[in-house]
C-alpha cells in the first residue's frame, strides 16, 4: 500500500509518528512525506545565529538524513511561510497538496488530529486544508480509500511535561500500530538527525516518552476494538 504523511514542519514527523513509519516501510509498504515549510522560522535560530533561510536550509539537510533514516519512499519540502500558514490564502496551500496527492496517489492520507497535538497554529492549518483537499480529491478521484489523524491517547500525552499537549479520547481513536524494539531504534535515530534541536530533544526527554504504540484517529470511520494498522478495511 501507498501512503502519504502531511505535516507542516520538519521534526512533526519525528516527535511520534516515526516508529509506525518504520513499522510501514519494514513490512514493505511505500511511504512518503509531505513537509509544507522549512521550518526555519524557529526560535533555535537565534542560538546559531541563523537567518530564517539559513536555519531552514539546515533543517531542510537535516530532514533528508531522516529520509534516508526512516528509509523513506520519498520526501517532499515545500517553503511556504514557516509559522505564517494561517496568514495564507488556504487556497494557495490545498493546491500544493493537492498536487502532491495526485502526483503520488496514496491509498492513505496522514496529517494531525484537528487538536495539533501541541495546538500550534500551523499544525491546525495543516489539518484542516489537508481535510478539504482530502474531501474534494476522494469525490473527484478513484484511489484516496482512507485519511487518518496522528494523535496521542490521554496516557501518553500526561508523560510529557516539557509541553501541554491535547490528545484524543479512546473513544475517537480508531486504530493503535504497535511497533518493535527496531522501529523505536529507528524513531531514535530520526530525531538524532536533528543536531539543531538536539536540546528540546533532550529537555523534553521525548526518546523516553515515545511509545510502541502509535494512535490513530479515522476520518468518517468507527473502529472498536482499534485497527492494527492503517491499511485494514479500507474503503
Known amino acids: ?44 535560530r ?5 537567518s530564517v ?4 536550509d539546515v533543517r531542510f539537510r537535516e530532514m533528508q538524513n531522516v529520509s534516508e533514516v526512516l ?14 500558514l494561517k496568514e495564507m490564502d488556504p487556497m494557495e496551500i490545498e493546491k500544493v497538496i493537492a498536487d502532491e496527492i495526485e502526483r503520488i496517489k496514496p491509498d492513505v492520507v496522514v496529517t494531525y488530529a484537528v487538536h495539533g497535538i501541541s495546538g500550534f497554529h500551523d499544525h491546525l492549518v495543516c489539518h484542516a486544508v489537508v481535510k478539504s483537499v482530502y474531501c474534494r480529491l476522494k469525490k473527484e478521484k478513484g484511489f484516496l480509500k ?3 489523524f496522528f494523535t496521542l491517547c490521554s496516557e501518553d500525552a500526561e508523560k510529557q511535561k516539557h509541553f501541554r499537549l491535547s490528545y484524543s479520547t479512546e473513544e475517537e481513536i480508531d486504530c493503535v500500530i504497535g511497533v518493535d524494539d527496531s522501529d523505536m531504534e529507528k524513531a531514535n535515530e530520526s530525531l538524532d538527525c536533528y543536531v539543531t534541536f538536539k536540546d528540546t530533544i533532550d529537555k523534553s526527554d521525548i526518546k523516553n ?15 472498536k476494538p482499534y485497527l492494527k494498522d492503517l491499511f485494514t478495511k479500507l474503503n
Open 1 to 44: 500500500m501507498r501512503i502519504l504523511y502531511v505535516f507542516p514542519h520538519p521534526d512533526d514527523e519525528s516527535f511520534g509518528a516515526a516508529q509506525a513509519i518504520a513499522k510501514q516501510r519494514r513490512e514493505g509498504h511505500e511511504v512518503y512525506l509531505l513537509t509544507l515549510t522549512k521550518g526555519g522560522a524557529t526560535k533555535q
Open 46 to 50: 537565534f542560538k546559531y545565529n541563523y
Open 53 to 56: 533561510d539559513e536555519m531552514g
Open 71 to 84: 528509509g523513506l519512499s520519498g520526501l517532499t519540502v515545500l517553503d511556504l511561510p514557516d509559522s505564517g
Open 146 to 148: 482512507r485519511l487518518a
Open 209 to 223: 516518552m515515545l511509545n510502541k504504540s502509535v494512535s490513530f484517529e479515522i476520518f468518517q470511520e468507527d473502529h
